[in-house]
């Protein structure tokens, strides 16, 4: 399993922008599913977007959909989410996920409990 690291993260008005990074150290391929997922307290984990980092495979929840954008930095084995547009209801602890595929499809629901997870960082949107 890859070591997750996530930065960024913190607390901004509706409608502003911030950007979570997560640096993947221990790779042994370059065929990865990523994503991100967001949690509050009392709720199941949801996802957020997710990425395959040895193609172009994007996907995101329809709750992001237009607002976020996941993309990946191979020169700085870093994958990024760029959340713009943020809303109250966007606030939430949110984690980074991996898993080795070579199947180049990433969908959300193939994520669980048992691959990679990042540490988590908060992110708080005040209205």
């Known amino acids: 399993q890859v070591h997750l690291v996530e930065s960024g993260g913190g607390s901004v008005q509706a409608g502003g922008s911030l950007t979570l990074s997560c640096a993947v150290s221990g790779a042994t391929s370059n065929y990865y599913c990523m994503a991100w997922f967001r949690q509050v307290p009392g709720k199941e984990r949801e996802g957020v977007a997710s990425?395959?980092?040895?193609?172009?495979?994007?996907s995101y929840a329809d709750s992001v959909k237009g607002r976020f954008t996941v993309s990946q930095d191979n020169a700085k084995n870093t994958v990024v989410l760029q959340m713009n547009s943020l809303k109250p209801e966007d606030t939430a602890m949110y984690y980074c996920?991996?898993?080795?595929?070579?199947?180049?499809?990433?969908?959300?629901?193939?994520?669980?409990?048992?691959?990679?997870w990042s540490q988590g960082t908060q992110v708080t949107v005040s209205s």
């Open positions: 996920v991996a898993f080795s595929s070579r199947g180049g499809v990433c969908r959300l629901s193939f994520f669980a409990a048992g691959h990679s």
């Open positions: 990425i395959y980092t040895g193609g172009d495979y994007t």
